[in-house]
C-alpha cells in the first residue's frame, strides 16, 4: 500500500502552490484571463477550476497524514495540467502562459509525485 509521502515538503510546496493559484484566480489577473480566453473556456465556468484547485490542496493537505489520499490528489493534479496542456494544444494557444504555468505545473506535480512516492512503492 503507498503509505504518506516521503519527504513530505514536496507534497506541502505543491498543495501551497494550487492553493495561491486558486486564491489568485478568485480576481484572475490578465495573464490567467488571457490563458483562459485562449483556450476557449467559458467566463461563467471560471469559478470550477477555483475549486479543483481548493480540493487537490486539500487532497494533497489530507495526504499528509492518511496514506492513499496524496499520491490520489497528486495523480489527479497531473491529469489535470495533462488536460490543460491538451487544451492549449487543440486551441492552439501556445505563448507564454502554456510553457510557464500549464508545463510548469505540470511538470512540478509530476516530480513531487516522483520525488515524494517512488521511494515508497
Not at 510546496?13 to 489568485?24: G, Q, R, T
Not at 476557449?40 to 487532497?59: M, Q, S, Y
Request: net charge positive; proline share 5%.
Amino acid at each position: 500500500m503507498i503509505s504518506t509521502p516521503d519527504p513530505w515538503w514536496p507534497t506541502a510546496l505543491l498543495a501551497v502552490a494550487l492553493f495561491s493559484d486558486a486564491v489568485v484566480s478568485v480576481r484572475p489577473p490578465a495573464f490567467i484571463q488571457q490563458c483562459l480566453h485562449g483556450v476557449g473556456f467559458p467566463r461563467e465556468w471560471w469559478w470550477t477550476l477555483i475549486v479543483v484547485k481548493l480540493l487537490a490542496a486539500a487532497g494533497l493537505v489530507a495526504g499528509l497524514r492518511y496514506a492513499g489520499v496524496g499520491v490520489t490528489a497528486n495523480a489527479a493534479v497531473i491529469a489535470y495540467f495533462v488536460c490543460a496542456a491538451y487544451a492549449h494544444y487543440r486551441a492552439g494557444f501556445l505563448k507564454q502562459e502554456f510553457w510557464l504555468n500549464c508545463l510548469g505545473m505540470l511538470a512540478l506535480s509530476t516530480a513531487v509525485l516522483l520525488l515524494s512516492y517512488t521511494s515508497t512503492l
